[in-house]
């Protein structure tokens, strides 16, 4: 994938911001948590406005915070790209950003905060009607804010809605994310 966004930065001369976030994510993956965050904070000056890629540089900063176990830090970067994602009215892929900062709240010891968070954003997807990945991440992000609150029935309530949404199209990378939240 990286490769063909490569090819198409070289022919269009455009994408360059979108083959950066994906080569962030696959180090990301990888296990290089510095790797990706480093990518991730040279596109850092990215107007929120002028990329279609600003939310996944958003989320995948959070995402290789918390790799590198910086959840604190994770968290109030969370809470920055939301709050300017509310400002610039970036909607609905403010949603992208919503569940790693919700995990990443949760991860510093602010288990209420990621609750409220979850429940504000899942009752806004409910209301959207939205269904799949996204709402299935919120899903699991609220399940992992119950597990270090100690709250068993938040956890069961949040997972069960999980599996609903990770299901829904047979994906296995996905069903294999729920059966490591379990």
Not at 67 to 80: K, T
């Amino acid at each position: 994938c990286i490769e063909r966004l490569d090819d198409a930065v070289e022919r269009y001369g455009s994408g360059m911001a979108f083959a950066s976030v994906a080569r962030a994510q696959y180090l990301r993956l990888q296990g290089d948590y510095a790797g990706a965050l480093r990518i991730v904070r040279s596109l850092s000056a990215i107007a929120p406005l002028s990329q279609q890629t600003w939310h996944w540089i958003a989320c995948t900063h959070i995402q290789a915070l918390l790799g590198l176990e910086r959840p604190g830090e994770a968290g109030d970067v969370g809470l920055e790209y939301l709050a300017l994602a509310q400002r610039h009215d970036i909607t609905p892929s403010h949603r992208v950003i919503a569940a790693p900062a919700i995990e990443a709240l949760a991860l510093s010891g602010r288990a209420e905060q990621a609750n409220a968070l979850a429940e504000q954003y899942i009752a806004e997807i409910e209301a959207d009607r939205v269904r799949g990945l996204h709402r299935g991440a919120l899903y699991e992000a609220r399940a992992k804010a119950a597990i270090l609150q100690g709250d068993r029935e938040g956890f069961e309530r949040a997972a069960q809605r999980c599996s609903n949404e990770y299901r829904l199209g047979r994906n296995p990378a996905l069903v294999a994310k729920y059966e490591r939240l379990m």
